[in-house]
């Protein structure tokens, strides 16, 4: 294992493969599996294009830990699961009280929490909402009129060492997912089929890759199949795999994008108030 080596490129060699390191350093190889997510310089060289491309949102993602005082002002349905949800302007807003599992690191000691447990959230911007400075964007969010008070206090409260960002990127679903023959250089996860967050599926279509590819090695090594083969049913089973939840990833992003106009942003307004009335006059009539 080389920690802080950038992989850079590859030189194929019959059987086997070279990996070039941006320090020079280069390494000979069997299998080279390009795992450095979106952009990835491996799989972009050995498919002959960009394997993913930005698709106009981007993330401003924040986790806040003083979960007690988040639980006294969330809705308690919240409790129950992630939420997601959209609003006008072009801006949606992912939440989740994560609340990791406990596990017995320790037999002597008892169950102790994995990580803290924390209030997950994520603005979701058109590319024209962010063009500002990342606490600016966290103030803008947090007093967006017609947001709920929990809501801004959420945001406005995260501390700035707790928030990043990020642009959404897709590969194409109406493309192979591998746009290169099998031989002896793949990929798994993002460097091959990026979706974004908005599916909740990436990370772990990514687990699912490698888990199936740690299969192709257990074939290989064992002599049962050569390299090329199993790859090529490793290539098939990430391809059927990994195009619908691309497209499925991308329905709830495209829905962000299209409430950024003036006509959309006007027409959610007033479905928000018919619903809020509809259920202000249930009540009242119970």
Same mark, same amino acid.
């Given at each position: ?41 491996? /799989? ?7 394997? $993913? ?23 308690? %349905? ?9 609003? +006008? ?24 929490? @994995?990580?803290?447990? $924390?209030?997950? =959230? ?12 990342? +606490? ?29 960002? %990020? *642009? ?11 746009? =290169? ?25 990514? @687990? ?10 257990? *074939? ?9 083969? /199993?790859?090529?049913? %490793? ?22 994008? *299209?409430?950024?106009?003036? /006509? ?13 009335? %509809? ?8």
């Amino acid at each position: 294992m080389r920690l802080g080596e950038e992989a850079t490129g590859f030189v194929r060699e019959g059987s086997s493969v070279r990996v070039l390191a941006r320090s020079g350093t280069e390494v000979a190889c069997d299998l080279m599996v390009a795992a450095d997510g979106v952009g990835s310089a491996i /799989a972009s060289q050995a498919a002959g294009r960009p394997t $993913s491309a930005p698709i106009g949102l981007v993330g401003l993602a924040g986790r806040h830990l003083d979960v007690a005082a988040i639980d006294r002002k969330a809705p308690p %349905y919240l409790t129950a699961g992630p939420a997601l949800a959209f609003g +006008p302007r072009g801006v949606g807003l992912f939440l989740s009280r994560h609340d990791p599992a406990t596990a017995d690191v320790d037999p002597g000691a008892g169950p102790a929490h @994995i990580e803290e447990p $924390s209030w997950i =959230w994520g603005l979701i911007l058109t590319r024209a909402a962010s063009e500002r400075r990342l +606490p600016d964007l966290v103030e803008a969010a947090a007093r967006t009129r017609g947001w709920a008070p929990w809501a801004r206090h959420l945001m406005s409260t995260t501390p700035p060492d707790q928030i990043g960002t %990020y *642009r959404f990127h897709a590969s194409d679903p109406t493309a192979p997912t591998f746009g =290169w023959p099998a031989s002896n250089v793949t990929a798994l996860g993002d460097a091959v089929h990026a979706m974004p967050p908005t599916g909740g599926q990436s990370a772990a279509t990514a @687990i699912e890759d490698a888990a199936d590819l740690l299969g192709v090695v257990d *074939r290989v090594t064992s002599g049962a199949v050569t390299l090329p083969v /199993a790859l090529a049913d %490793y290539h098939h089973v990430v391809d059927r795999r990994a195009r619908p939840r691309i497209r499925e990833s991308l329905g709830p992003a495209t829905w962000v994008a *299209r409430t950024s106009g003036p /006509a959309a942003g006007m027409a959610l307004t007033a479905a928000t108030n018919l619903i809020h009335g %509809y259920r202000t006059l249930t009540r009242s009539t119970t």
